[in-house]
């Protein structure tokens, strides 16, 4: 008996306390019990409920100390829980960052490549604009080149006909100005030589060279003997020939250039060759 009662103190009084607490309560019921029996029917006498006064038994401090720790293990574990769904969310959020970074990166990338694309498409259009542009240059040059060459063709075709026509014109003016000359001098021969009275002395041999001055109207100026004959009297009778043939009306129908270039100042050689001595 004393080994159990040592027994039940070891553990804290706990047993102990419940014992004490049962044998109590029974003590008190069978009180009760008893007083109910030994009155009598006849007198029957309202009975007071005993007031009951509950002790506060101290809970055993083990397992105090275990629920607590068990309290604390919850606890902890709860905060592990809470910690581990902490990193968990934070990796999330690292990870949905990295992939928004990583999103970010890629759409920079591609917006990055699309403006390489872009600048380079620009660049290559403006260089193929450059191109048709001098090539449309270039064959603009050549075009003008090409025309300017037909119109220096041209110019030069209707310069050489110009040419020609003005050489042919020179050529017929010539022609009918040497012809008008000769028409002219020849007419100028005719009617000094039907003029002239030659003198006796007049010998084959003798020359005379006489310069007379006219006028478009064909009137004679003056004449004047520039290389003798050594005759007076043929000289003299030289002159008196173009005195008595003038004036030249069909002068005047000259043009002035060909008259002062021609008849202005007419030379005349007298010269006796038909006489027999």
Known sequence: MKDTFNNVVIYNGYPLSLVVAVTFHSAILALLLFLQSSRSADVMELVQPTVVKALLVQENPQVANERVRLKRQQQQQQRAREQEQAQQAAEAERQRQEQARAEEQRKARELASLRQRQEKERLDAEQLQREQETLAEEQRRQRELVEAQRQQEV???ETQREREAAEAAAAEIASSEFEMVQSGTALIQ????????RP??????MRAVLQMRLLPTGELVDVSVTQSSGDPAFDRSAENAVYGAAPFRELQALPINIFNENFRSLSLIFEPEDLLN
Request: net charge positive; glycine share 6%; no cysteine.
């Open 155 to 157: 110019r030069d075709r």
């Open 190 to 197: 005719q009617l000094v030589q039907e003029s002239w009275s």
């Open 200 to 205: 006796p002395s007049a010998r084959n041999g």
